[in-house]
């Protein structure tokens, strides 16, 4: 499930993805980010990634997530301590944002910082 952040204001907006991530949880997801990015123009994202598992549906909707809003996020902190968010972090600077950059948990708020950075 997705959770969002009390850090999110503005064009930035902050979930974490807890439990078992499904394609439900992006339908609830994507009409949130569609209005951000309606009111706001591009976005900058941060997933804290603390989740146990992801259905199939929730892997297709993630990739059809990115590709339809690579062109509006600019930034990408994807936050938690397990190589394979590195490795998906390399990842979505290719396929989900213009930037995106790994930070551990330990370093939140130096991800909220990024974010927020011109």
């Given amino acids: 499930m997705f959770e969002k952040l009390s850090g999110s204001s503005g064009n930035v907006i902050g979930y974490k993805a ?3 991530v499904t394609g439900a949880d992006y339908d609830k997801l994507e009409p949130e980010v569609e209005a951000l990015v309606k009111r706001e123009g591009n976005i900058r994202m941060l997933f804290d990634i603390e989740f146990d598992s992801m259905t199939v549906k929730a892997m297709e ?16 902190a ?6 394979w968010e590195e490795w998906m972090t390399s990842m979505a600077n290719k396929l989900f944002a213009n930037e995106a950059k790994h930070f551990h948990t330990a370093d939140m708020d130096a991800a909220w910082a990024w974010l927020r950075e011109n």
């Fill in 18 to 20: 807890s439990g078992k």
């Fill in 61 to 76: 909707s993630d990739l059809a997530f990115g590709h339809k809003y690579h062109n509006n996020i600019d930034k990408l």
């Fill in 78 to 83: 994807i936050v938690g301590d397990k190589k």
